[in-house]
């Protein structure tokens, strides 16, 4: 009789590597924030990373809210369904989630996530809490303030993400000690006399062996749901390594290696170590599997354990973790976008990625990464624009959701795009538009084959992965430009701010050093400024402002150089221009502020003027702290002979 093994006569920490799992859980709280805990069915704390400072110093020290605690996580229990995520708000204010980790339905453990808020908490009501258990309220506040804000969305993916962790592990666990059970009835059955065959057929991972002239001779139906082969297909040890490791160089460098450990091992009477390797499926798809081998007389018994789950989050994990390093050291977009593109290519061969921006308008897509694409298809496709059938990506970026084409060649949206694919040896296209935290769509991310295909789960959460990663880092770039121009942009007019035009100023004068010529500059402020704000507010104070933003860009050249400031002075700089071009620019400046008209409430408006100074120097004769007192002192003079006016420098 073979071993059988009843799940329910085992424990998830029977079957994981708990020490391992915690490790896995001390990563996902630092990577999150989120609190986790793992108990067994009969109340066992399996394992527990990360308290919230509002749980651990307030909550249940206090025996009032600690029996809080106590009954929501009661309540939280009883509503526990297999293959559910549930969630409560505890008496105490927080959120926690829970979700049991069941196996061959056998539910084993349930996961714990919380002590979260899906929103900004309500912080009357903490005080309120502080006051009635008497908790230090300064200290309680900042506890509530830590912590973390998840979506309730975030949430269930999250949970989603830990309990699949936690039931690969145990699957895992669960095959290996299977596997260690049917060596051990292999061992009954050879002595017995017992055909293997009969053993076998019952294994829950892919086996089979070969003789001592490499002929195989047998392989189970799990063998063949595995990988696709049967005998017919593998014959012999010959065939099987060229048609399942079909690049000579992973064969030479990665397989015969390890081969070869194992045939040393067995010669020696040593433990024969473990193979971990990626085959090729029948099908083209690949498998990472740990290979076992044993002997029976003189036949190699081998058993393969799919990993290639566990092997593509690791991959996973490894791209995410390479996409934020080159995020934080400021790598450009295009490195990170490729990066992606390398991860989701590495995992699945046969697929051919590509990720398009959607430029600020919204209208058009442009290239941002490809490996594999041809050149000329890339081309052709920048700058396309986007709409309800215009291919896969100008369809999904347009409709603001996945867009799957098994058929590039009958498809509606391709109409007009099929040779074109046709050329490239491209014949399925899906894409997934790249959407923002706010909902704002970024680009697509698009998978291509070069036959027709249809996505399968795998795939689609494949996409989704890629999809994230790009939005996270597309977005990432796009705050770190905001924040760079905020940090060189006045806010207002959106000048060059006087940090800014300073730096600008002192470029300009080095390059008037190295080509020589003339230089000039305006400072100019806005006349009785102070009493536009005390008579219409500073609202239209500020528009005021913006106005004359407004009024440079369309007097000004691209090259010159124009910045507030001051709250109300401004400066510009001309190059390559004289003094006397430099006047005609300041009267015309002055003379279409003058006209302008301000409208105010109830259908007035009123005028404003400037009054401007005006230098100019030539190579190496002035620095900008010079010029700049220069200007000054005619924009002083401006204003003491009148107002509205341009005064050129004595100098």
Not at 330 to 355: F, K
């Amino acid at each position: 009789m073979l071993n059988k093994v009843d799940i329910s006569n085992y424990k998830l920490i029977d079957l994981i590597d708990n020490e391992a799992f915690t490790t896995l859980l001390e990563s996902f709280f630092k990577a999150t924030g989120v609190p986790s805990g793992v108990v067994a069915e009969d109340g066992e704390i399996i394992s527990q990373v990360g308290w919230v400072s509002a749980c651990a110093h307030f909550h249940r020290l206090n025996p009032l809210s600690n029996q809080h605690c106590i009954s929501s996580n009661l309540e939280l229990m009883d509503g526990l369904q297999d293959g559910e995520i549930t969630f409560s708000k505890c008496q105490n204010g927080l959120l926690d989630y829970a979700t049991p980790v069941v196996i061959e339905g056998q539910r084993l453990a349930t996961i714990f996530l919380g002590q979260v808020f899906n929103e900004a908490p309500l912080l009357s009501y903490f005080e309120e809490q502080a006051n009635k258990y008497d908790y230090d309220q300064n200290r309680y506040i900042e506890a509530i303030n830590s912590v973390p804000i998840i979506s309730n969305d975030e949430m269930i993916a999250l949970m989603e993400c830990v309990v699949g962790m936690a039931k690969m592990l145990a699957s895992s666990g669960l095959a290996t000690l299977r596997q260690k059970l049917l060596q051990q009835d292999l061992q009954v059955v050879t002595q017995k006399h017992i055909q293997l065959e009969d053993i076998l057929n019952y294994s829950p991972v892919g086996v089979g062996w070969s003789d001592q002239n490499g002929k195989i001779e047998y392989v189970n139906e799990h063998f063949t749901e595995l990988f696709g082969y049967t005998l017919e297909d593998i014959p012999d040890l010959d065939t099987w390594y060229t048609t399942v490791y079909p690049d000579k160089e992973y064969r030479e460098k990665i397989v015969e290696p390890q081969y070869a450990a194992v045939e040393e091992a067995h010669k020696k009477g040593l433990k024969i170590p473990k193979v971990e390797l990626n085959i090729t499926c029948k099908d083209k798809t690949q498998k990472h599997v740990i290979i076992g081998f044993s002997y029976v007389g003189e036949k190699q018994l081998v058993n393969f354990s799919d990993m290639t789950a566990h092997w593509k989050s690791e991959k996973r994990n490894q791209a995410h973790d390479k996409m934020l390093e080159k995020v934080a050291k400021g790598s450009p977009l295009p490195d990170i976008l490729h990066t992606i593109v390398l991860a989701i290519e590495s995992e699945e061969p046969s697929a051919i990625c590509s990720i398009l921006l959607l430029d600020e308008e919204g209208k058009h897509l442009h290239n941002g990464a490809s490996l594999r694409l041809p050149k000329f298809y890339a081309e052709a496709i920048d700058g396309i624009e986007i709409g309800p059938k215009i291919g896969s990506c100008g369809s999904a970026a347009y409709l603001k959701r996945r867009v799957i084409v098994e058929d590039i060649m009958t498809h509606e949206n391709w109409q007009g795009y099929t040779n074109l694919a046709k050329a490239a040896n491209l014949r399925s296209c899906w894409s997934e538009p790249i959407v923002s935290s706010e909902g704002q769509v970024l680009g697509t991310f698009a998978i291509y084959h070069e036959k027709p295909s249809k996505p399968n789960s795998v795939d689609k959460e494949r996409i989704g992965f890629a999809t994230n990663l790009a939005a996270i880092a597309i977005e990432n770039k796009r705050t770190q430009e905001e924040l760079e121009k905020r940090a060189y942009t006045d806010y207002l007019t959106g000048l060059a701010n006087r940090r800014s035009f300073m730096e600008k100023f002192e470029d300009e004068l080095s390059r008037l050093d190295r080509y020589g010529g003339h230089l000039s500059l305006l400072m100019f402020d806005i006349d009785w400024f102070k009493r536009i704000n005390d008579t219409y507010g500073h609202n239209i104070g500020d528009r005021v402002l913006q106005k004359i933003s407004t009024i440079c860009s369309k007097i000004l050249r691209e090259v010159d150089i124009v910045g507030r400031i001051g709250g109300e002075e401004f400066a510009v700089v001309l190059p390559q221009t004289d003094i006397e071009k430099a006047l005609q620019v300041a009267q015309r400046l002055r003379t279409t502020i003058e006209k302008t008209q301000m409208k105010v409430a109830q259908n007035g408006s009123f005028n404003f003027t400037v009054s401007m100074g005006v230098t100019q120097t030539s190579a190496g004769k002035m620095d900008v702290d010079e010029l700049l007192k220069e200007a000054d002192r005619a924009l002083y003079t401006a204003k003491e002979s009148g107002r509205n006016l341009v005064c050129i420098a004595e100098s």
